[in-house]
């Protein structure tokens, strides 16, 4: 039971989502057609009750691709195929390889049903063994429109609606354990903070990571717990026997070939696991791994996207501040809200949703848009739903002209909002590295890169300290003010020019800011002219002055 319970909690507490409703035949007459009634049958029984007369023989076809690998997936092998016929004749597929139902059965029986049913649009169907026996199909004559398996001689239902919605198990979930730091992240709901306990304090923080400089890992925290990154140093397995020093030959035996691939530069393969998002980077081992994590805690009851973009469109177009301020009342885990300098949006990369307007006056939100990518779960009009009905998404797509309920969206059918991410971060730290080899300035001892940190928008600048032989970890200093003119009094010293503000050092080890020339009611008046022999010199703009500086024995930077 400990292992079915495990499993429940891997399908994101599916008990609660999804009704199944286990029960001998006595307690099920009401949802199961004719000739389906009879005494239950103990487990390895010949035959199941009631369905054991062979289904008619129909022209056989090709097992559809995707049902074939749904059945590979679990090991089960297609005797043949045939497709829906007239009068409602259902689609019947004779397999052989069932696993033996046992504690994990619920979890193969859902994952089959939302397989197949997707496959088939929803249609009837029915499975059969090679004895012909039904051990599975879908009920047509049942009011409540309840799915039907049979399993060690008791009929099971499942609610047709759940499974629509229900995300089926990974395979890697069941069996592959996680290492703490993934699974505290799990066990907290990937909530901010949840893996304090594991990780403890941070040494710094750099590029939006938190630094955990000894244990080689990274947290990408804020809102949400966005991302981990284990360093290739990371010496434990991350998940299964996978690691940073795993092959790929080792990491595609359990996890099969890599969706999502990106060759060099960037140099970056990766997964869509259940719980969490896996990406291995490097063009060798060992690799850095990324984890975005898919299933965030929170979330509230009401009316779905369709509903909310519904009611804020107006003649002139989306009120996107109302819509915005909705979709983070409904969903509270989204990774960054921005409301400045013209701006008013939300993002979802796990949610594969990403909403902004360009803001042209207080009221004025034409043109608002609301970006929908390939990795986006839920419905978008009434009939159709997402993954459930892509194909029929891409259809309309091509077509010259959008229904009036998609006209609000922009698709991008064929990106997931999740690998932009895990390539932006890449693209990010690679054009940060040959920044600071290009522009950063490095201390006397060779020890300290400093570079200035430029995000545009002065409340996000500050100054990027890189240790080249990585005996420290790299750290990002918020300094609220754009900087320039850098220079080092000693290797433990940087002096820099700071917008607002005049002059300014940092203690390497103190980790703090030293005024050493700074102006009134935000002037920068105060400008670095050289640094030598023990004297800055600087001017006002009108005149230069000196200013001696010393060290005493400790290292300390001493000032008049």
Same mark, same amino acid.
């Given at each position: ?46 035959? @199941? ?27 089960? *092998? ?34 089959? !049903? ?38 060690? =001689?008791?009929?099971? !239902? ?54 955990? !400089? ?29 690691? *940073? ?7 595609? @035996? ?14 970056? !393969? ?30 509230? #009851? ?36 921005? #409301? ?20 042209? =006056? ?40 959008? @229904? ?80 320039? #003119? ?31 020339? *700074? ?23 009108? *005149? ?7 060290? #005493? ?8």
């Amino acid at each position: 039971m400990g292992n079915w319970k495990k499993i429940m909690f891997w399908g994101i507490a599916a008990a609660a989502v999804f009704s199944l409703a286990g029960c001998q035949e006595d307690a099920g007459k009401e949802a199961l057609p004719s000739g389906l009634s009879g005494s239950p049958v103990t487990a390895g029984a010949s035959s @199941s009750p009631g369905i054991t007369s062979p289904s008619p023989a129909p022209s056989s076809a090709a097992v559809p691709e995707d049902i074939g690998k749904l059945l590979a997936d679990k090991v089960i *092998t297609p005797i043949s195929y045939t497709p829906p016929g007239e009068d409602k004749q259902p689609a019947l597929l004779r397999v052989k390889g069932m696993p033996s139902p046992e504690l994990n059965v619920e979890g193969l029986y859902r994952d089959l !049903f939302y397989g197949l049913g997707n496959a088939l649009k929803w249609t009837l169907f029915r499975v059969e063994d090679e004895q012909s026996t039904a051990f599975m199909e879908t009920d047509a004559a049942s009011p409540k429109a309840f799915r039907l398996a049979k399993m060690k =001689g008791e009929a099971y !239902f499942f609610d047709k609606e759940s499974i629509r919605k229900y995300q089926p198990l990974d395979p890697l979930a069941t069996a592959a354990k996680l290492n703490p730091v993934l699974q505290a992240g799990l066990d907290g709901g990937w909530a901010p903070g949840s893996l304090t306990t594991v990780l403890g304090k941070q040494d710094s923080s750099f590029n939006g990571y938190d630094i955990y !400089f000894d244990k080689h890992v990274e947290v990408e925290g804020g809102n949400i717990l966005s991302s981990i990154l284990f360093r290739k140093e990371y010496a434990p397995p991350v998940i299964g026997n996978l690691g *940073t020093a795993s092959t790929r030959a080792d990491i595609e @035996s359990l996890l099969g070939k890599p969706p999502f691939e990106q060759p060099a530069p960037l140099s970056v !393969f990766g997964y869509k696991l259940e719980p969490f998002y896996l990406f291995f980077t490097g063009e060798a081992p060992p690799y850095d791994i990324s984890v975005y994590p898919r299933r965030m805690s929170g979330g509230n #009851n009401g009316p779905e996207l369709p509903e909310l973009t519904a009611a804020n469109t107006g003649e002139n177009g989306i009120d996107v501040q109302r819509l915005v301020d909705q979709m983070r009342e409904k969903w509270p885990d989204y990774e960054t809200f921005s #409301n400045s300098r013209g701006s008013y949006g939300v993002t979802y990369p796990h949610r594969g949703i990403w909403t902004e307007d360009l803001l042209s =006056g207080d009221t004025d939100y034409k043109g608002g848009v609301i970006q929908v990518y390939v990795n986006y779960e839920g419905q978008l009009t009434e009939d159709i739903r997402l993954p459930q009905d892509a194909d029929k998404l891409k259809k309309l797509a091509a077509a010259p002209d959008w @229904s009036e309920p998609l006209a609000s969206y922009r698709f991008r059918l064929h990106e997931d909002m999740v690998f932009n991410r895990e390539q932006e971060r890449l693209q990010n730290e690679q054009f940060i590295r040959d920044a600071a080899a290009k522009e950063g300035v490095t201390s006397p001892n060779g020890r300290i890169i400093a570079k200035a940190k430029d995000n545009t928008t002065y409340e996000h600048a500050g100054l990027y300290l890189f240790y080249p032989g990585k005996e420290q970890p790299s750290r990002e200093v918020h300094i609220g003010n754009f900087i320039w #003119n850098i220079s080092w009094l000693s290797d433990r010293y940087v002096i820099f020019e700071a917008s607002f503000r005049g002059i300014v050092a940092y203690d390497t080890v103190q980790n703090k800011l030293i005024n050493i020339k *700074t102006s009134p009611d935000y002037a920068d008046d105060y400008r670095l002219v050289e640094i030598k022999d023990g004297i800055i010199r600087y001017t006002d703009g009108k *005149t230069e002055a000196d200013l001696p500086y010393s060290f #005493n024995k400790k290292g300390e930077l001493v000032l008049p």
